[in-house]
């Protein structure tokens, strides 16, 4: 009998703590900093939280299934951005007048175009690069861990669209 109660604590120990390991906090940071006073962003599950925050009035955007919504909301009224193929489009869109970036073997572009000319920011591993480089001098932002393209684009227009234009 004591076995079994240890053999279902165990269990419950070990599912909790696979519960936990989904939520993970993702911190994205300024330049090449890790400093706490450094944090954008805060991403834990779908939700994006403004500065080092996990608190529910610090939710910015909600990404899911490749769409990213304003705030907490899953509404299709607060689609703002959707990625699909490697292409981030405005609003619920997936037509070619309304591709904002494109991103290709971690390079990022404008629009529809896959010219060097056009790329934007270079991602390399846990840094995302201003332009066609890898320097030091050009880390625009750091991550705590690896994003996908998905995840990254949307951030990425919604922090330097006047750069992505």
Same mark, same amino acid.
């Given at each position: 009998m004591k076995s079994i109660k240890f053999g279902v604590i165990f269990l419950m120990v070990l599912f909790g703590m696979q519960l936990c390991a989904g939520e993970e906090e993702i911190k994205i940071y300024r330049g090449d900093s @890790? &400093?706490? &006073?450094? $944090?954008?962003?805060? $991403?834990?599950g779908s939700k994006w939280y403004r500065g080092d925050s996990t608190s529910w009035s610090n939710i910015v955007y909600t990404y899911q299934k490749g769409k990213w919504y304003r705030g907490d909301s899953t509404s299709w009224s607060n689609i703002i951005y959707t990625y699909q193929d490697g292409k981030l489009y405005r609003g619920d869109s997936t037509s070619w007048s309304n591709i904002l970036l494109t991103y290709r073997e971690g390079k990022v572009y404008r629009? *529809? %175009?896959? &010219?060097w000319s056009n790329i934007v920011f270079t991602i390399q591993g846990k840094k995302l690069y201003r !332009? *066609? /480089? @890898? %320097?030091? /001098?050009n880390i625009v932002l750091t991550f705590s861990e690896e994003l996908r393209p998905g995840e990254l684009l949307g951030m990425v227009y919604s922090l330097y669209q !006047? *750069?992505?234009m």
């Open positions: @890790t &400093s706490w &006073s450094n $944090v954008i962003f805060t $991403v834990k629009r *529809d %175009s896959t &010219s !332009g *066609d /480089s @890898t %320097s030091w /001098s !006047g *750069d992505c």
